[in-house]
């Protein structure tokens, strides 16, 4: 008989997200891509420096030049339509490895001493593990390295949102004198005098090699570094089609002759969950996480678990004026941004400590303390800012659930630079 409209709209939104983690298969010219599988970032085959021989071959291949159409991996496949900058800077896979490869190249920094990678590792989330971001001669910001995964979903940049595009973020750090203390005209210069850089500049950009190229580059590069789907999308997606076929399911062996195409993605997102199992904490806290009583999505909210937007939890806000980082406001003017600070995204999280702008939380459960206690009071205190009575058992559920949000990053090389 015929399945009622509501049925008919959960087996779309099923199969959606069944194909959003189907393993990607290997691109081929003018074809969409999954972002996070396949070889995208792992660069040319072989070993050793790169060759004039092997990028001139590379840079002969019709598919490394066409424009990409990229999707994301379950989990982010919600946050679809959001993506960012690629009107202005289409993916190619010609640039986003030169992007993968001035990522990982100390020779754009002064004295050869650091790169994107420095504070921005694959083994660390694209984050540090140190409190503040350290740059050459060892010299120390003032502010904790945010996560370069996921910026494809995102406009703004740094923690004040002063970078307008990925672009602009991207060469930023190349000429703060704390960071890579470059200059861009010494960069762009350095960057000419490698030949294998030279030949991908010419052949990928019709002005060759600049800054705002190497910005470009760079954040081709960091649009591809997105995580893959967590513990939580596998058992949420599961648990959604449970929900959305609920009667079906209670006679699953007229379910597998009627629908067997349906009975064969619920197996398979089964299987999935099966293989990525959370705990029952997790579960929990994943439901106290998305409920009114925690108030955790006014802010982490979407599939990047955060709404870009700028807010005052009362961090740093405990010391006299004159030595308080005020955030956002340093870039609008307005009184309404002070000591503000963008959301960050949850999506691995547990790979990225320590936390907040300043680097002061250690850990997640001093992160879950920090909200169930208010934050510290000021006058610009965000309104969704407030004491949250929670017991020792939803803290450490809170904290199970963000853990739960750790999906694998991309297969990447840190090597094979030109020589």
Same mark, same amino acid.
């Given at each position: 008989? @015929?399945?009622?409209?509501?049925?008919?709209?959960?087996?779309?939104?099923?199969?959606?997200?069944?194909?959003?983690?189907?393993?990607?298969?290997?691109?081929? %010219?003018?074809?969409?891509?999954?972002?996070?599988?396949?070889?995208?970032?792992?660069?040319? %085959?072989?070993?050793?420096?790169?060759?004039?021989?092997?990028?001139?071959?590379?840079?002969?291949?019709? !598919?490394?030049?066409?424009?990409?159409?990229? *999707?994301?991996?379950?989990? /982010? !496949?919600?946050?679809?339509?959001?993506?960012?900058?690629?009107?202005?800077?289409?993916?190619?896979?010609?640039?986003?490895?030169?992007?993968?490869?001035?990522?990982?190249? =100390?020779?754009? #920094?002064? +004295?050869?001493? &650091?790169?994107?990678? #420095?504070?921005?590792?694959?083994?660390?989330?694209?984050?540090?593990?140190?409190?503040?971001?350290?740059?050459?001669?060892?010299?120390?910001?003032?502010?904790?390295?945010?996560?370069?995964?996921?910026?494809?979903?995102?406009?703004?940049?740094?923690?004040?949102?002063?970078?307008? =595009?990925?672009?602009?973020?991207? &060469?930023?750090?190349?000429?703060?004198?704390?960071?890579?203390?470059?200059?861009?005209?010494?960069?762009?210069?350095?960057?000419?005098?490698?030949?294998?850089?030279?030949?991908?500049?010419?052949?990928?950009?019709?002005?060759?090699?600049?800054?705002?190229?190497?910005?470009?580059?760079?954040?081709?590069?960091?649009?591809?570094?997105?995580?893959?789907?967590?513990?939580?999308?596998?058992?949420?997606?599961?648990?959604?089609?449970?929900?959305?076929?609920?009667?079906?399911?209670?006679?699953?062996?007229?379910?597998?002759?009627?629908?067997?195409?349906?009975?064969?993605?619920?197996?398979?997102?089964? *299987?999935?969950?099966?293989?990525? %199992?959370?705990?029952?904490?997790?579960?929990?806290?994943?439901?106290?996480?998305? #409920?009114?009583?925690?108030?955790?999505?006014?802010?982490?909210?979407?599939?990047?678990?955060?709404?870009?937007?700028?807010?005052? /939890?009362?961090?740093?806000?405990?010391?006299? +004026?004159?030595?308080? +980082?005020?955030?956002?406001?340093? &870039?609008?003017?307005?009184?309404? +941004?002070?000591?503000?600070?963008?959301?960050?995204?949850?999506?691995?999280?547990?790979?990225?400590?320590?936390?907040?702008?300043?680097?002061?939380?250690?850990?997640?459960?001093?992160? &879950?303390?920090?909200? !169930?206690?208010?934050?510290?009071?000021? @006058?610009?205190?965000?309104?969704?800012?407030?004491?949250?009575?929670?017991?020792?058992?939803?803290? !450490?559920?809170?904290?199970?659930?963000?853990?739960?949000?750790?999906?694998?990053?991309?297969?990447?090389? =840190?090597?094979?630079?030109?020589?």
């Amino acid at each position: 008989m @015929p399945r009622p409209l509501g049925i008919a709209l959960a087996s779309l939104a099923a199969a959606t997200l069944f194909a959003a983690n189907e393993p990607a298969a290997q691109p081929q %010219p003018g074809e969409t891509i999954t972002l996070g599988q396949g070889d995208l970032l792992t660069g040319l %085959p072989g070993e050793g420096p790169l060759t004039a021989a092997e990028l001139a071959d590379w840079l002969a291949d019709p !598919a490394s030049h066409r424009p990409l159409d990229p *999707r994301l991996p379950l989990g /982010l !496949a919600a946050g679809q339509a959001s993506i960012k900058g690629l009107d202005a800077n289409p993916l190619t896979r010609a640039k986003i490895e030169l992007g993968r490869q001035l990522y990982f190249d =100390t020779r754009l #920094s002064k +004295d050869d001493s &650091v790169s994107c990678a #420095s504070c921005h590792s694959p083994e660390h989330g694209y984050a540090a593990d140190t409190r503040f971001g350290v740059g050459i001669e060892g010299l120390e910001g003032e502010r904790n390295s945010p996560t370069a995964a996921n910026r494809i979903l995102s406009d703004k940049q740094f923690w004040d949102g002063r970078a307008a =595009t990925l672009e602009e973020q991207a &060469v930023g750090p190349i000429a703060n004198p704390i960071e890579m203390g470059n200059t861009h005209d010494a960069c762009a210069m350095c960057v000419t005098g490698v030949a294998g850089y030279r030949m991908q500049f010419e052949r990928i950009f019709p002005d060759g090699v600049t800054i705002d190229n190497i910005g470009r580059a760079l954040a081709s590069f960091e649009r591809a570094v997105v995580t893959g789907a967590s513990p939580w999308d596998h058992y949420a997606a599961f648990r959604d089609f449970e929900k959305n076929f609920e009667e079906e399911l209670e006679e699953p062996e007229f379910f597998a002759e009627d629908e067997p195409e349906l009975y064969q993605e619920y197996l398979e997102l089964k *299987r999935r969950a099966d293989a990525n %199992p959370i705990s029952e904490s997790a579960k929990r806290g994943g439901e106290l996480f998305f #409920s009114d009583a925690s108030g955790c999505t006014q802010c982490h909210v979407g599939p990047n678990f955060t709404d870009e937007l700028y807010h005052n /939890l009362g961090v740093g806000m405990d010391r006299p +004026d004159e030595q308080i +980082d005020w955030g956002r406001s340093a &870039v609008t003017n307005q009184p309404s +941004d002070r000591g503000a600070f963008k959301t960050p995204t949850l999506r691995n999280v547990a790979q990225t400590a320590p936390y907040m702008h300043d680097g002061s939380q250690a850990t997640l459960e001093e992160v &879950v303390d920090w909200y !169930a206690d208010g934050g510290h009071k000021n @006058p610009h205190l965000s309104d969704k800012m407030k004491p949250l009575k929670l017991t020792d058992q939803q803290k !450490a559920d809170l904290v199970a659930f963000m853990k739960a949000l750790t999906g694998p990053l991309p297969r990447v090389e =840190t090597g094979r630079l030109p020589e």
